[in-house]
């Protein structure tokens, strides 16, 4: 009797939390936190009560977040609780004088001959709750907490940079985040916070993705112990991850019609990848969706975009270091370039090998010294109406294979209509696309939380991933395929394996195996146009760019077989020209000529490729692929014999 008369004060207490915790709005939440936080501190109410709350605040229906979000909240209201238990009773002292916390702001005591004067308001709520530093021992700041000026309490990660010289970042960041501190004390409020002493530490990132096995972004952290973890760029970010809707409202409207839509369920899958590419072991990598008509290809990047947030593309109209500065801000995420065409093709070349190799270029700074290179894991979905190879051609530059399994052309056109395949009862294509659009408007970034929830959870990648996409990848290849096609099979089997793994966490909506077929589709597509999987394609683009110089150029070649040669005059001769055995032409090219056939590749690469085609004379009695050319040229001379087919 005696037992159960202690515990029923506590299980009444229970009772009317959890009822109360029915009624608890955004308005209200701060405070109810912070009793229950009281309770579990002071040991009122144990952890499986706790639970109990944090459960009726989850399912209240006022939108106040998800359980993890919650038990983060409750977690950190627990925390400052204890630290103001162990706030010292003098105050903090600064440089410029005495402050104290109080529950309605921040008081300040400046120094005078006898000791302080009496204390004057300067700023709302505001403190230090933690000490930040990165895991290379640099980037080292402070995690503070401050009230806007609607009362509501946001955190911020201050950078140590910021309070260099007289702290004008930090004031105009405070500032423009709403804590409207009085006028006049802006060396106070910066004094304060660099002053107040913390016990508490921190790990931050100025990049998102993983540290450790926590998962940051610019709002939230995934992982266990994630409040330990925080975001704390040192310049202006530029990601737009957010959320509207619920995640059912994204499957019902958006994901579930990529269903019989090969190119934009892949290009889904894509916007999962990039957080599996660390524990993949694989380098970045994009696919770049192509055709020049209005086939919908926009839209699948806008619903691949809809896992993580609104409008989280932009264009390519961009310095390829400012893209740098983007992927930077998408680290081991996805990131979104559309319309190709509106950047030049010395962007676009530079920017394929960057974003897939991870690394932004050296760049020295004021001082003369190198500054430190950012670096990143990406996948990229670029669009545009024109293909890489395309637009390089354009600019007079060439296309290397390396870009080309790097950022992986992909046709948009190849299905029933354009880029779709099923329009799911519309009418027709545009239809379709302004439904999904408006769509992807309303139902955003429900998708890519759900995702980093789960795979921050233990098991939620598993250990065996690379195997897996290994796997995923044999049963794409072709026979014979070239070490170029399967690099490229290796990344389409980590797109599928995402999709996979997304429908798995109950992310998607889709049936198991609709990711890893669709990925196969566009892989078929992607071989197909890259001309096989012999890994021929560069001698074939030099042969191209061969027979385009011989066609083209013709009167830079010195014509053998006019009788009187001497009477014409070849303006920036690079070679002769004579009839060759079956009635055709035969072309001799100096040595230091070759090059000039094929711009952009190397004597070797052009020399391989004609011999493999049988277009080369066959090597000299020294084994050398160059010759002694024959006396009708003039002067003895080395080079070589070209017979076009």
Not at 394 to 411: L, S
Not at 476 to 497: H, K, N, T
Not at 618 to 638: N, T, Y
Request: a negative charge.
């Amino acid at each position: 009797m005696t037992a159960t008369a202690q515990t029923n004060p506590v299980n009444e207490l229970l009772a009317e939390l959890t009822t109360q915790a029915q009624g608890v709005t955004l308005a209200t939440y701060q405070d109810f936190l912070h009793t229950v936080a009281l309770l579990v501190v002071d040991g009122t109410i144990d952890p499986i009560q706790r639970e109990s709350v944090i459960k009726a605040l989850t399912g209240n229906g006022h939108e106040l977040g998800g359980k993890r979000l919650i038990t983060n909240a409750l977690t950190a209201a627990e925390k400052q609780i204890k630290r103001d238990m162990e706030t010292p009773q003098g105050g903090i002292k600064g440089g410029r004088g005495l402050y104290s916390l109080r529950d309605n702001g921040v008081w300040y005591s400046k120094p005078t001959k006898d000791g302080y004067s009496e204390p004057v308001f300067i700023s709302p709520h505001l403190k230090v709750i933690a000490e930040t530093y990165d895991t290379a021992d640099g980037n080292n700041g402070r995690f503070i907490e401050f009230k806007d000026t609607r009362g509501r309490l946001k955190t911020w990660a201050m950078p140590a940079i910021f309070a260099a010289g007289d702290g004008t970042e930090i004031a105009k960041y405070l500032r423009n985040a709403g804590l409207n501190y009085v006028y006049g004390f802006d060396k106070e409020v910066i004094d304060y916070l660099l002053s107040s002493e913390v016990t508490d530490l921190m790990t931050c990132s100025d990049r998102t993705g993983w540290v450790n096995d926590v998962f940051v972004t610019p709002k939230i952290t995934y992982g266990e112990n994630a409040e330990s973890y925080t975001y704390q760029p040192t310049s202006a970010i530029d990601n737009k991850i957010g959320q509207a809707g619920k995640l059912a409202d994204w499957q019902a409207n958006v994901a579930r019609y990529a269903q019989g839509n090969p190119l934009m369920m892949v290009n889904t899958s894509q916007a999962f990848a990039g957080t599996l590419l660390k524990k993949a072991g694989m380098m970045g990598f994009g696919l770049h969706d192509w055709s020049s008509s209005t086939d919908g290809k926009s839209t699948t990047l806008k619903i691949a975009c809809s896992v993580w947030g609104s409008e989280f593309w932009q264009q390519w109209l961009s310095t390829s270091v400012g893209i740098e500065g983007s992927a930077y801000a998408h680290n081991d995420l996805f990131l979104a370039l559309d319309e190709i065409g509106e950047a030049t093709a010395q962007t676009v070349s530079a920017t394929a090998y960057a974003l897939a190799n991870g690394e932004g270029k050296r760049r020295g700074g004021r001082d003369g010294n190198a500054k430190i290179t950012k670096k990143w894991r990406v996948v990229f979905l670029s669009t545009g109406e024109k293909s890489l190879d395309t637009l390089m051609k354009e600019a007079g530059m060439v296309t290397r294979a390396g870009q080309e399994v790097r950022m992986i052309n992909v046709r948009s056109d190849a299905w029933k209509h354009g880029a779709f395949n099923d329009l799911h009862g519309m009418e027709n294509g545009s239809v379709f696309a302004e439904m999904l659009e408006a769509n992807t408007k309303r139902y955003y970034g429900t998708a890519g939380d759900a995702w980093l929830y789960a795979i921050t959870q233990p098991g939620g990648i598993p250990d065996d991933i690379s195997q897996s996409v290994d796997a995923i990848r044999e049963t794409m290849l072709p026979e014979g395929a070239s070490g170029q096609v399967r690099r490229v099979a290796r990344q389409f089997a980590l797109i599928a394996y995402a999709g996979e793994l997304a429908t798995k966490h109950g992310i998607t909506g889709w049936k198991e195996g609709d990711a890893t077929a669709a990925a196969k589709e566009c892989f078929d597509l992607w071989v197909d146009d890259f001309g096989g999987a012999d890994g021929k394609r560069e001698h074939r683009q030099v042969l191209e760019a061969v027979e385009s110089f011989l066609f083209a150029s013709i009167s830079r070649f010195h014509d053998l077989r006019v009788s009187d040669n001497s009477i014409y005059a070849v303006k920036d001769r690079v070679g002769f020209v004579r009839s060759g055995v079956d009635g055709g032409h035969e072309y001799l090219v100096p040595a230091t000529e070759l090059t000039k056939l094929a711009e952009g590749y190397s004597r070797e690469q052009i020399i391989t490729a004609l011999r493999m085609a049988g277009m080369l004379n066959e090597p000299g009695k020294d084994g050398k692929s160059a010759i002694v050319l024959p006396r009708a040229v003039g002067k003895q001379m080395k080079g070589f014999i070209i017979t076009p087919k």
